[in-house]
């Protein structure tokens, strides 16, 4: 701020018209004063006697000394009543600037200064200025409180995640938010219009916007809609977008659209990812009866007994529930060949059993490790009843012979036991291959050698 200087005590009166207008009027504070033609000393020459209940110093004070109004100016409100007062005197014209007051009383206070240069110098060549000061402390208020719950509003969206827009159809003008520009792919300073956000939603998602936009804008009331389309950022990414809007008719006739956008991506991945779990319940749940039914079945058909049937189907599905307990503390996931064969097999005596330490890098989808699990179980139950494990020195080994991309080829080779007699019909393991794969790819070949029964055994693979 310029430095000031003391007030001229000669007797120079303010302008009748001016005086009379400021005795009158209840805006504020009318000043008039006279600043040199270096711009220092200035003085005021009129002060309303206002002064003293807008500033508390009084009009005489004032006037005596000018610093006593302009050092109530607070330091951060200086440098701009400077630049405004400057600027003004180097054009002409005149100057309006907001500044805050500290009072004689401590009271912080808002005000609004307003000034016009007089055209035609005084006679000592010093510039008159006109001017007004008016409390604004109330409206500033008030504008302060307004900007904060804009910004607590602000916040409450940003949290929300929600993007704003509005659309005038009738000018074809679209207004976006930042955060509605983000969910786009788009810079906060992108420029937008209807044909740019058209182009920007999915081509199979369109025709649906258009469809429901046309439906609110044939309701004579307007009304509520919502869309939820694809959008395709300009680097390719694809975001779901769910849009609520409200289409109003203005007085005029004419219609406005306001709305906001929320990304739910994650929501709709979850929901994919749901639909995709209750379709492979669904479908291991017609594979699992598939199975039970063939287990009872065949079972049936080579019981000699009941209790044998109650036996048979007993273990039998015994062995089919230890294979859906490792699919169960799996998640559903892969299976490793190996974590099957000794689940199913601990049962059987796991230390008659050589079992390949390559078979660990054999991984089965949950629903070929059930077969396999249902399969070995089989085996082993034969082996007891009439293979190498009906003796006491008999064995059994398996190892894996071929681990192709996809495919894992396995040997069950019997050691020790009776030379097994062949069967001239497929037996229960063979056939229930059959009926736990028939879709997997899965295929078992059994051969009755003279030192042992053998088995080649093929199943899909997945990655580990």
């Not at 788009?186 to 916007?209: K, N, S």
């Not at 994919?272 to 749940?285: D, F, G, V």
């Not at 050589?354 to 082993?380: I, T, Y």
Request: charged residues 25%.
């Amino acid at each position: 701020m310029s430095a000031l200087g003391k007030a001229d005590t000669s007797p120079l009166m303010a302008d009748p018209p001016f005086r009379a207008l400021a005795d009158t009027m209840a805006l504020g504070m009318a000043f008039q004063m006279l600043v040199a033609p270096g711009g220092v000393p200035r003085r005021f020459i009129f002060v309303s006697e206002s002064c003293q209940a807008l500033n508390g110093v009084s009009a005489a004070e004032a006037l005596a000394d000018p610093n006593a109004l302009y050092r109530l100016i607070m330091p951060e409100s200086r440098e701009r009543m400077t630049q405004a007062e400057t600027q003004a005197s180097a054009r002409g014209g005149t100057f309006d600037v907001e500044l805050t007051f500290k009072l004689p009383n401590g009271e912080i206070r808002w005000n609004r200064i307003a000034a016009t240069r007089r055209a035609v110098p005084w006679p000592d060549g010093s510039i008159l200025w006109d001017g007004i000061q008016i409390d604004i402390t109330e409206r500033k208020r008030a504008e302060l409180e307004l900007e904060e719950q804009r910004s607590h509003l602000a916040l409450a969206v940003e949290a929300t995640g929600l993007g704003f827009w509005r659309w005038e159809p009738a000018g074809d003008r679209l207004i976006w938010s930042e955060r509605n520009r983000a969910l786009f792919g788009l810079p906060p300073d992108a420029p937008v219009d209807i044909t740019r956000y058209m182009e920007a939603v999915h081509p199979d998602d369109r025709e649906h916007i258009r469809q429901a936009y046309r439906e609110a804008r044939d309701r004579p009331e307007g009304g509520d809609f919502s869309m939820e389309f694809r959008a395709v950022a300009p680097d390719g990414r694809i975001r779901w977008i769910l849009a609520h809007a409200r289409l109003a008719i203005r007085p005029d006739g004419s219609p406005l659209v306001v709305g906001t956008s929320l990304d739910v991506t994650e929501r709709r991945a979850a929901e994919e990812r749901q639909a995709l779990l209750t379709r492979e319940m669904a479908h291991r749940a017609k594979n699992g009866l598939a199975i039970v039914m063939a287990i009872a079945s065949q079972t049936a058909r080579n019981a000699t007994s009941v209790q044998q049937y109650a036996d048979l189907l007993t273990a039998r599905l015994s062995a089919m529930a230890q294979s859906q307990d490792l699919i169960t503390e799996g998640g559903g996931g892969p299976l490793r060949f190996a974590d099957v064969l000794r689940k199913v097999l601990t049962p059987f005596g796991l230390a008659r059993f050589d079992l390949d330490p390559d078979l660990d890098a054999v991984v089965l989808s949950a629903d070929v490790g059930a077969g396999a699990a249902l399969l070995v179980h089989e085996m082993a139950t034969n082996a007891v009843k009439y293979g190498a494990l009906s003796v006491e020195a008999g064995r059994v080994s398996v190892r894996r012979t071929a681990l192709d991309p996809g495919l894992a080829r396995i040997e069950w080779r019997e050691i020790g036991g009776p030379a097994p007699r062949a069967s001239s019909k497929p037996g229960f393991g063979t056939r229930l291959m059959q009926a736990a794969l028939r879709n997997q790819g899965g295929k078992v070949e059994p051969r009755f050698e003279p030192d042992g029964f053998q088995a080649l055994l093929e199943f899909p693979t997945v990655a580990g």
